[in-house]
């Protein structure tokens, strides 16, 4: 069993929808908690932190769902350039360890 | 403001045939991993280190050995390159806030 699981689409949307994306995670162990965006042929780069209380960052939101385990990022107002693929990430304090799903991608067309 | 840097960018490799990725990093970071990603499976940690001197095994070590000799370096290491192996390579650091930061990657291709 993989230990973070995402939807790999893609997600085809026009600009200007409203997308979210769910990611889940198998070890309740798990303490921190990201999205991270990849562009083709690119390095991940860090999106945003996922804090149990939720978050918030212009556009993006992020929900964390201990008790069932997953992890959401909401979209609003699509962009062109929010056309990407989304790495959903955990963080195991104990193990130093970081679990990537595979990405769940994202087209955004005019 | 380099970050992490990565080489080589490209790598083309004979079955059996070695070589040694480097990454370097320039903030002073205690912690760096080695990571595989291939099409449709997401990164794969390979092996990290929790500091200078210190290297563990992460979920796909096999055929693959490294180093950290000095803080701001961590080596990847190929033996013996197996096509199995032909893969893009990234390396990330981070400095305790578990934000990682990623070289450009290295794609590699064993014939």
């Known amino acids: 069993r993989k230990e973070v699981e995402q939807d790999p689409g893609p997600f085809n949307v026009p600009e200007g929808a409203t997308v979210a994306f769910n990611c889940t995670y198998s070890?309740?162990?798990?303490?921190?908690f990201f999205w991270y965006r990849q562009d083709c042929r690119k390095e991940p780069k860090l999106l945003m932190s996922v804090y149990s209380s939720g978050n918030e960052d212009g556009r993006f939101t992020a929900q964390l769902n201990r008790a069932s385990q997953y992890i959401s990022l909401l979209i609003r107002d699509s962009k062109l350039s929010d056309s990407a693929t989304y790495l959903c990430v955990v963080n195991i304090y104990n193990f130093n360890k970081f679990y990537f799903g595979s990405g769940t991608k994202l087209n955004v067309k005019p | 403001n380099a970050g992490v840097t990565q080489t080589p960018k490209f790598r083309v490799l004979k079955t059996g045939q070695s070589m040694t990725l480097l990454c370097a990093q320039d903030?002073?970071?205690?912690?760096m991993y080695w990571y595989r990603q291939d099409p449709g499976m997401g990164l794969r940690l390979i092996h990290y280190?929790?500091?200078?001197?210190?290297?563990a095994k992460g979920e796909v070590p096999d055929g693959y050995n490294v180093s950290r000799l000095k803080k701001q370096n961590f080596l990847l290491g190929l033996e013996s390159a197996a096509p199995s192996q032909t893969s893009v390579y990234f390396c990330a650091s981070h400095g305790g806030k578990n934000i990682q930061y990623f070289g450009a990657g290295t794609r590699l291709s064993v014939l």
């Open positions: 280190s929790v500091g200078e001197g210190t290297t």
């Open positions: 903030m002073n970071h205690e912690y």
């Open positions: 070890n309740s162990a798990s303490q921190s």
